[in-house]
DNA sequence: ACCTCGACCTGGGCGC
DNA sequence: TGCGCCCAGGTCGAGG
């Protein structure tokens, strides 16, 4: 589900509300998601403590605590919201349409692993229906501590990404440019839909050898990459199935999605019919008229 | 030091 | 209604 503006737009949801608020219960349902941490040190290591920031770096949300620091990777399906008492719960309701699961807020389901209950009778959950995501603490750690630890490259919505950043990963590289893209020690953030926004926008081939794409193609890469985590962003998030924020909000950038998942319609730009072939082990809609 | 591919999970949609 | 198959916003580790 989540890429770089999918958690962040968790991120600043939970900002108006979290900071501030103490830990006073842990629950843990399935401790699969806590990968190998023991549930006993988990909830003693988040018990009492209050929350002070959420951060985050490419798709990874980190908060950090007096003596700990809680990571949550939402995985495919990770959904991490506050359920407030001073709102009603309400169902899933799936639209007929698109398909959307929305719901403000609901009771823990048999897919919410992780709960927090905070001192104001709010609680923070975390569900995720395929388990590809991972909720555990650290030991106090920094930010650039915690982007080395978990071998994350730049974020493209921060100062160090430039151009010449991306020129000098892709000059020695012979994989797919797609693949370079989703390689989060080089670029941290992208996933498989702005990737191929991405890619669409800049007019690049998804399967072109990374040391192909140079000069004014790269810089237009460059330029397509935050643009589009910029729209994604705006829009609140891309949501497909089950994306929400921190307040069970859907996003609505995947009405304005021009590539991903478009094989088979019709190119916005020139019409063609757009391909479907699989790049870096994904699925990848591309134009072979406007994409050399 | 790459790169590709299967594995890890569950559920929805579709064809028969 | 049911079954089997394919598909899905992401990593990881094994093996080439």
Redesign the pocket.
């Known amino acids: ?3 770089l503006p ?1 958690v962040e737009t968790v991120r600043r949801s939970l900002l108006d509300f979290v900071p501030g608020r103490k830990i006073v219960d842990v629950v843990v349902g399935d401790p ?1 998601v806590l990968r190998g941490q023991p549930v006993d040190q988990f909830q003693a290591s988040l018990r009492d403590q209050s929350f002070q920031d959420l951060e985050r770096h ?2 990874l949300l980190f908060f950090p605590f007096d003596a700990q620091t809680l990571i949550v ?1 939402l ?3 990770g959904q991490l919201t506050l359920r407030r008492p001073d709102r009603a719960d309400t169902r899933f309701i ?1 639209h007929h349409h698109t ?1 959307l699961q929305r719901t403000l807020q609901h009771p823990p389901d ?2 919410t692993h992780i709960s927090l209950m905070l001192d104001d009778g709010s609680a923070l959950h975390y569900r995720d ?4 995501g ?1 909720v555990f603490t650290i030991p106090q750690t920094s930010r650039s501590e915690i982007i080395a630890r ?2 994350l490259g730049i974020d493209p919505l921060t100062a160090d990404f430039s151009p010449d950043y991306l020129a000098g990963g892709l000059r ?5 440019i797609k ?2 893209l ?1 390689d ?1 020690s080089f670029l941290a953030g992208l ?3 702005y990737a191929d926004e991405a890619l669409f926008q800049a007019r690049i081939r998804p399967g072109r050898a ?1 040391y192909r794409v140079r000069g004014r193609s790269l810089e237009a890469l460059a330029q397509a990459i935050v643009s589009v985590l910029h729209q994604g962003l705006q829009a609140g998030g ?6 929400v924020d921190g307040s069970g909000q859907s996003g609505y950038n995947q009405e304005g999605l021009q590539a991903y ?1 478009r094989y088979g319609q019709p190119c916005l730009a020139c019409g063609d019919e757009l391909r479907r072939s699989t790049v ?4 990848t809609s591309w134009c072979a008229r406007c994409q050399k």
């Open positions: 589900m989540p890429e999918e699969y490419g798709k990777h995985g495919m399906t799936r398909g048999q897919h229906v395929r388990k590809f991972r978990f071998r020695n590289r012979k994989a797919p693949a370079a989703l989060q996933g498989n839909i990374c891309t949501t497909l199935r089950d994306f998942g870096a082990g994904r699925t």
